[in-house]
């Protein structure tokens, strides 16, 4: 029986996705238990997710072992796949049922990648084709280089998870991306309705930064619009994806059987232990959207969220007055935002390099 917060959630048209992938989760049940129990209908991981996971040597040394012979970026590459793989077969009844809407599982490009278009693009091929499960969602940096890398795996028909957006300007140029890459498709005669993508717009992070600089500017003015800013981004990002999604250019791709590219929130757990454990999670219920949570946020949900319906309607004018409060204090909002995603790109850079470096001494180890 599901849980009754998770599923007013989900009737509120929230798809609960889960944060974390091992090959733990998938063995001991876990996993399939936060799907009966706690409405979970999809997965995402990252490269800092993997890097946790592959440190359990008692679970992975014989994936270790058999990978002995292979380099250490293609050993990370068989046995992530394989994770990831494993759990599509687990998401496949969700994935059936929902018409490819969830029961997704999502895997990240070498974030090193970040900034070069045509290995970004040859990456999410390889990753496609190695996972070969058509409910795996590629993951894409959002950054300019991934841009037109979102338009070109989408136009070869492969489903892709946008990560790392943090502005709205950016959030536009996503949507457009994934337009540009249905209008290809379609140009090529393939079949719409098989294509999927989410737009993971990053929430806590975007707090953590700018109540960092409200506390030093130390006003009350100051002080009344901490933990505001993280919900109003996302509130304005989820106005542009009605706006867009309504338009004539996409009513002519539905109409060929095109699907919206739902926002979904990331970055969900909260960072200030000042702030409720949902935030981020009852504040952004919204219908066509994905919130992806770490299991703490998750068990949060479970236990105490009070989920009241749809939460963004009616809040655009409000997330704007956050904004401009904000510009009013001087926080200059477009430094942050690219600050942020720079900040982005480099952790899930030092998680894959941590990564590597534990592998190759697993490898030595196992020969």
């Known amino acids: 029986m599901s849980n009754p917060n998770t599923q007013a ?76 793989a494993a759990a599509c077969d687990l998401f496949k009844g969700i994935y059936d049922a929902s018409g490819g809407v969830d029961g997704r599982v999502s895997i990240e490009v ?25 409910n795996v969602l590629i993951k894409i940096p959002a950054t300019k280089a991934g841009l037109e890398a979102i338009t070109e795996t989408i136009a070869e028909g492969i489903s892709v998870n946008v990560t790392l957006i943090f502005s ?16 290809k498709a379609h140009a090529k005669g393939l079949d719409l309705s098989k294509i999927h993508s989410v737009a993971s717009f990053f929430v806590s992070r975007v707090d953590t930064e700018i109540d ?65 454990a949902t935030l981020y999670v009852t504040e952004l219920a919204a219908p066509n959207t994905v919130n992806t949570m770490p299991e703490k946020t998750l068990d949060a949900t479970a236990a105490e969220a009070q989920v009241r319906g749809n939460a963004i309607a009616g809040s655009y004018d409000a997330a704007n007055r956050v904004l401009d409060k904000l510009a009013a204090l001087g926080i200059d909002y477009n430094e942050i935002v690219d600050l942020l995603e720079v900040e982005g790109v480099a952790k899930f850079e030092d998680a894959w390099n941590e990564l590597l470096e534990d592998m190759a001494v697993a490898l030595k180890g196992a020969k």
Not at 35 to 57: D, Q
Not at 168 to 183: F, K, M, Q, S, T
Not at 240 to 245: A, G, L, N, Q, Y
């Open 9 to 84: 959630l989900t009737d509120a048209g929230v798809s609960i996705w889960l944060d974390d992938l091992s090959r733990e989760r998938l063995t001991s049940g876990s996993l399939a238990k936060l799907i009966e129990e706690k409405n979970v209908v999809g997965v995402t991981t990252n490269p800092s997710i993997f890097a946790a996971a592959l440190s359990n040597a008692e679970v992975y040394g014989e994936a270790i072992a058999a990978q002995r012979h292979n380099s250490v970026e293609a050993a990370i590459t068989e046995i992530t796949c394989d994770d990831v």
């Open 168 to 183: 709205l300007e950016r959030y536009r140029e996503v949507v457009n991306a994934y337009l540009l890459g249905l209008e």
């Open 212 to 276: 960092k600089r409200l506390d030093a500017i130390g006003t009350e003015a100051a002080a009344a619009v901490r933990g505001q800013a993280g919900v109003a981004n996302a509130r304005l990002a989820y106005q542009i994806f009605e706006e867009s999604f309504s338009a004539v250019r996409f009513e002519v791709l539905s109409a060929a059987g095109a699907h919206v590219q739902r926002p979904l929130w990331a970055s969900t757990g909260v960072k200030d232990p000042a702030y409720p």
């Open 110 to 134: 070498d974030p090193r990648a970040a900034h070069e278009t045509a290995d970004t693009i040859s990456q999410a091929k390889e990753l496609y084709q190695r996972v070969d499960r058509e």
